[in-house]
T-cell receptor, first 114, second 112 residues
Protein backbone atom coordinates (compact mmCIF):
# COMPACT_ATOMS: atom_id res chain seq x y z
CA UNK A 1 0.00 0.00 0.00
CA UNK A 2 1.30 3.43 -0.89
CA UNK A 3 1.60 6.00 1.80
CA UNK A 4 3.72 8.07 4.14
CA UNK A 5 5.46 6.61 7.15
CA UNK A 6 6.62 8.78 10.02
CA UNK A 7 8.73 7.53 12.89
CA UNK A 8 8.87 7.47 15.78
CA UNK A 9 5.29 8.08 16.91
CA UNK A 10 6.49 9.61 20.18
CA UNK A 11 9.84 11.29 20.87
CA UNK A 12 11.33 12.92 23.92
CA UNK A 13 14.08 15.51 23.73
CA UNK A 14 16.52 16.49 26.44
CA UNK A 15 17.65 20.09 26.71
CA UNK A 16 20.50 20.88 24.33
CA UNK A 17 19.84 17.80 22.23
CA UNK A 18 19.14 17.57 18.52
CA UNK A 19 16.54 15.02 17.44
CA UNK A 20 15.61 13.76 13.97
CA UNK A 21 12.14 12.83 12.81
CA UNK A 22 11.87 10.40 9.93
CA UNK A 23 9.51 10.68 6.95
CA UNK A 24 9.40 8.17 4.10
CA UNK A 25 6.95 8.01 1.19
CA UNK A 26 6.42 5.41 -1.51
CA UNK A 27 3.93 7.44 -3.54
CA UNK A 28 6.58 8.62 -6.01
CA UNK A 29 5.68 12.22 -5.16
CA UNK A 30 8.11 15.00 -5.99
CA UNK A 31 7.03 17.42 -3.24
CA UNK A 32 7.33 16.88 0.49
CA UNK A 33 6.46 19.09 3.46
CA UNK A 34 6.92 19.36 7.21
CA UNK A 35 4.26 20.98 9.37
CA UNK A 36 4.01 21.75 13.06
CA UNK A 37 0.63 21.61 14.84
CA UNK A 38 0.08 23.07 18.30
CA UNK A 39 -3.10 22.48 20.33
CA UNK A 40 -6.03 24.47 18.99
CA UNK A 41 -4.08 25.61 15.98
CA UNK A 42 -3.84 24.64 12.35
CA UNK A 43 -0.77 23.46 10.48
CA UNK A 44 2.22 25.76 10.15
CA UNK A 45 4.76 25.04 7.43
CA UNK A 46 8.33 24.44 8.57
CA UNK A 47 10.12 23.39 5.37
CA UNK A 48 9.17 22.01 1.99
CA UNK A 49 10.99 20.39 -0.90
CA UNK A 50 9.99 20.38 -4.53
CA UNK A 51 12.68 18.04 -5.76
CA UNK A 52 15.66 16.02 -4.58
CA UNK A 53 18.57 18.08 -3.21
CA UNK A 54 16.42 21.20 -2.99
CA UNK A 55 14.32 22.61 -0.16
CA UNK A 56 12.90 25.95 0.99
CA UNK A 57 12.07 27.50 4.34
CA UNK A 58 8.45 27.73 5.32
CA UNK A 59 6.88 30.14 7.78
CA UNK A 60 8.57 28.84 10.96
CA UNK A 61 11.92 27.35 9.88
CA UNK A 62 14.05 28.75 12.73
CA UNK A 63 15.47 25.99 14.90
CA UNK A 64 14.82 23.27 12.32
CA UNK A 65 16.81 21.73 9.47
CA UNK A 66 16.02 19.25 6.70
CA UNK A 67 17.68 17.28 3.93
CA UNK A 68 16.35 15.71 0.73
CA UNK A 69 18.98 13.29 -0.52
CA UNK A 70 16.46 10.79 -1.85
CA UNK A 71 13.07 11.33 -3.44
CA UNK A 72 11.30 9.15 -0.90
CA UNK A 73 12.89 10.57 2.26
CA UNK A 74 12.63 13.98 3.95
CA UNK A 75 13.96 13.89 7.53
CA UNK A 76 13.46 16.83 9.90
CA UNK A 77 15.99 17.71 12.61
CA UNK A 78 14.77 19.71 15.58
CA UNK A 79 17.87 21.46 16.85
CA UNK A 80 18.67 22.77 20.32
CA UNK A 81 18.04 26.25 18.93
CA UNK A 82 14.31 25.47 18.84
CA UNK A 83 13.35 26.56 22.35
CA UNK A 84 9.74 25.37 22.26
CA UNK A 85 9.77 22.10 20.33
CA UNK A 86 6.82 20.42 22.06
CA UNK A 87 4.26 19.88 19.30
CA UNK A 88 2.76 17.40 16.86
CA UNK A 89 4.80 17.16 13.66
CA UNK A 90 3.21 16.11 10.39
CA UNK A 91 4.95 15.16 7.17
CA UNK A 92 3.09 15.36 3.87
CA UNK A 93 3.67 14.84 0.18
CA UNK A 94 2.03 15.80 -3.08
CA UNK A 95 2.69 15.04 -6.72
CA UNK A 96 4.35 18.42 -7.02
CA UNK A 97 4.22 21.79 -5.26
CA UNK A 98 1.35 23.93 -6.43
CA UNK A 99 -1.31 22.97 -8.88
CA UNK A 100 -4.67 21.50 -8.05
CA UNK A 101 -3.83 18.57 -5.85
CA UNK A 102 -4.25 17.55 -2.22
CA UNK A 103 -1.48 16.60 0.15
CA UNK A 104 -1.15 13.14 1.67
CA UNK A 105 -0.17 13.06 5.35
CA UNK A 106 1.67 10.69 7.63
CA UNK A 107 0.37 9.79 11.10
CA UNK A 108 2.64 12.29 12.79
CA UNK A 109 5.29 12.36 15.51
CA UNK A 110 4.53 13.83 18.92
CA UNK A 111 7.62 15.51 20.38
CA UNK A 112 7.93 16.42 24.04
CA UNK A 113 10.66 17.89 26.20
CA UNK A 114 12.03 15.81 29.08
CA UNK B 1 0.78 37.04 3.20
CA UNK B 2 -1.95 34.45 2.61
CA UNK B 3 -4.49 34.09 5.38
CA UNK B 4 -7.23 31.58 6.22
CA UNK B 5 -9.80 32.05 8.99
CA UNK B 6 -12.17 29.29 10.06
CA UNK B 7 -15.27 29.60 12.19
CA UNK B 8 -16.48 28.52 14.59
CA UNK B 9 -13.35 27.24 16.34
CA UNK B 10 -15.39 24.54 18.04
CA UNK B 11 -18.89 23.16 17.80
CA UNK B 12 -20.87 20.59 19.78
CA UNK B 13 -23.98 19.02 18.24
CA UNK B 14 -26.12 15.93 18.66
CA UNK B 15 -26.41 13.06 16.24
CA UNK B 16 -28.75 13.88 13.39
CA UNK B 17 -28.06 17.60 13.45
CA UNK B 18 -26.86 19.49 10.38
CA UNK B 19 -23.73 21.63 10.71
CA UNK B 20 -22.13 24.32 8.58
CA UNK B 21 -18.44 25.12 8.91
CA UNK B 22 -17.02 28.33 7.48
CA UNK B 23 -13.71 29.23 5.88
CA UNK B 24 -12.73 32.69 4.64
CA UNK B 25 -9.46 33.47 2.92
CA UNK B 26 -7.12 36.11 1.58
CA UNK B 27 -4.73 34.77 -1.03
CA UNK B 28 -2.88 36.23 -3.97
CA UNK B 29 -3.98 34.66 -7.26
CA UNK B 30 -6.25 32.01 -5.82
CA UNK B 31 -5.82 28.51 -7.26
CA UNK B 32 -7.71 26.14 -4.98
CA UNK B 33 -9.34 25.61 -1.59
CA UNK B 34 -9.12 22.24 0.14
CA UNK B 35 -10.98 20.70 3.07
CA UNK B 36 -9.38 18.02 5.25
CA UNK B 37 -10.70 15.93 8.16
CA UNK B 38 -8.32 15.19 11.04
CA UNK B 39 -9.40 12.61 13.61
CA UNK B 40 -6.53 11.48 15.79
CA UNK B 41 -3.54 11.70 13.53
CA UNK B 42 -3.21 12.28 9.79
CA UNK B 43 -5.51 14.77 8.06
CA UNK B 44 -7.40 13.09 5.24
CA UNK B 45 -8.51 14.89 2.11
CA UNK B 46 -12.22 15.63 1.66
CA UNK B 47 -12.74 18.13 -1.17
CA UNK B 48 -10.89 20.47 -3.48
CA UNK B 49 -12.67 23.50 -4.92
CA UNK B 50 -11.36 25.61 -7.77
CA UNK B 51 -12.66 28.27 -10.12
CA UNK B 52 -13.90 25.51 -12.39
CA UNK B 53 -15.36 23.37 -9.65
CA UNK B 54 -17.12 25.43 -7.01
CA UNK B 55 -19.40 22.76 -5.57
CA UNK B 56 -18.59 19.24 -4.41
CA UNK B 57 -20.66 16.57 -2.69
CA UNK B 58 -19.92 13.18 -1.21
CA UNK B 59 -22.60 11.42 0.76
CA UNK B 60 -23.64 13.59 3.69
CA UNK B 61 -20.83 16.09 3.13
CA UNK B 62 -20.93 18.94 0.66
CA UNK B 63 -18.91 22.08 0.07
CA UNK B 64 -19.38 25.30 -1.86
CA UNK B 65 -16.86 27.95 -2.88
CA UNK B 66 -17.95 31.59 -3.08
CA UNK B 67 -15.20 33.37 -5.00
CA UNK B 68 -16.95 36.70 -4.73
CA UNK B 69 -17.08 36.52 -0.94
CA UNK B 70 -13.69 34.75 -0.72
CA UNK B 71 -15.16 31.99 1.41
CA UNK B 72 -16.28 28.41 1.50
CA UNK B 73 -18.67 26.37 3.58
CA UNK B 74 -18.60 22.69 4.50
CA UNK B 75 -22.00 21.17 5.26
CA UNK B 76 -22.53 17.91 7.08
CA UNK B 77 -26.09 16.60 7.25
CA UNK B 78 -27.44 13.92 9.59
CA UNK B 79 -24.27 14.03 11.68
CA UNK B 80 -22.91 10.86 13.29
CA UNK B 81 -20.46 10.38 16.15
CA UNK B 82 -17.88 9.33 13.56
CA UNK B 83 -17.96 12.85 12.15
CA UNK B 84 -16.27 14.11 15.33
CA UNK B 85 -12.94 15.54 14.18
CA UNK B 86 -11.01 18.69 13.40
CA UNK B 87 -11.93 20.06 9.98
CA UNK B 88 -9.13 21.98 8.31
CA UNK B 89 -9.42 24.42 5.44
CA UNK B 90 -6.40 25.25 3.26
CA UNK B 91 -5.87 27.52 0.26
CA UNK B 92 -3.29 27.50 -2.51
CA UNK B 93 -2.29 30.59 -4.47
CA UNK B 94 0.19 31.39 -7.16
CA UNK B 95 2.66 33.07 -4.81
CA UNK B 96 4.86 31.19 -2.35
CA UNK B 97 5.44 28.46 -4.91
CA UNK B 98 1.88 27.24 -4.53
CA UNK B 99 2.18 26.10 -0.92
CA UNK B 100 -0.96 25.52 1.12
CA UNK B 101 -1.90 27.91 3.91
CA UNK B 102 -4.04 26.29 6.61
CA UNK B 103 -6.63 27.75 8.96
CA UNK B 104 -6.76 26.88 12.65
CA UNK B 105 -9.49 24.32 12.09
CA UNK B 106 -12.97 23.73 13.51
CA UNK B 107 -13.26 21.06 16.19
CA UNK B 108 -16.59 19.28 15.76
CA UNK B 109 -17.96 17.06 18.52
CA UNK B 110 -21.04 14.98 17.78
CA UNK B 111 -22.76 13.60 20.86
CA UNK B 112 -24.95 10.48 20.76
Amino acid sequence: DGGITQSPKYLFRKEGQNVTLSCEQNLNHDAMYWYRQDPGQGLRLIYYSQIVNDFQKGDIAEGYSVSREKKESFPLTVTSAQKNPTAFYLCASSIKVGGHQPQHFGDGTRLSIL
Amino acid sequence: EDKVVQSPLSLVVHEGDTVTLNCSYEVTNFRSLLWYKQEKKAPTFLFMLTSSGIEKKSGRLSSILDKKELSSILNITATQTGDSAIYLCAVQGDTNAGKSTFGDGTTLTVKP
